[in-house]
């Protein structure tokens, strides 16, 4: 403020000096600590939810009792023809669409559902709460729409076509993995149909 500063008590700006690096190694350490935990639990290449993280929220959920009657529900997406564009068009641009994907799953899904890429082409979305199988079916058909929508990249027109199978989670009843093992089974009698469907 430019009034004059007092003498400072013997050792006390040293004292001051050691408490500010503390201070800034335990923000360091935090920050990593974060990108780590980051790293462990998202997909590298979209940056959504990995299976790790996917599996941890299924624990959660089936731990809870439904309340008023909703539950949640699993949504396991397959992209019909996929290899197609990696096989004619290249993998730098099926990456760039399965980045594509990713982001319109974000943005068509509700803040407390999670969506996550499994491999591949294979993503899920964890509804946190549904009233019921034609509410999730609904949504799993919106996602559909959604995702139909042509997209363009490098000059090409793409249009993704998928196949989902929904799958109801009830508290304790199964382990996170055979809620996947059913979903994925759900996703390939959608697939047997003819695919670009929801069952």
Request: proline share 4%; hydrophobic share 40%.
């Amino acid at each position: 403020t430019g009034s004059p500063v007092e003498e400072l008590e013997d050792g006390l700006l040293e004292k001051m000096r050691a408490l500010s690096d503390q201070a800034t190694n335990a923000l360091d350490k935090a920050e990593l600590m974060w990108h780590v935990e980051r790293e462990a639990t998202s997909d590298p290449l979209t940056g959504i939810a990995n299976r790790r993280l996917l599996r941890s929220r299924l624990e959660a959920v089936m731990g809870d009792p439904a309340a008023d009657g909703r539950r949640p529900a699993l949504l396991f997406i397959d992209l019909d023809g996929f290899k197609q564009v990696n096989d004619t068009l290249g993998h730098g641009i099926g990456d760039e669409l399965l980045r594509t994907v990713a982001v319109r799953l974000r943005r068509n899904t509700r803040t407390d559902d999670l969506v996550a890429r499994l491999g591949g082409d294979e993503f899920t979305v964890l509804l946190s709460s549904v009233s019921g199988p034609e509410d999730a079916l609904d949504i799993g058909r919106q996602l559909m729409t959604v995702l139909s929508q042509p997209t363009f990249i490098d000059g090409h027109r793409l249009q993704v076509r998928c196949s989902i199978g929904v799958v109801m989670i009830d508290s304790g009843d199964r382990t996170p993995l055979q809620v996947l093992s059913d979903a994925d089974a759900a996703m390939y009698g959608a697939k047997k149909s003819g695919g670009n469907r929801c069952a």
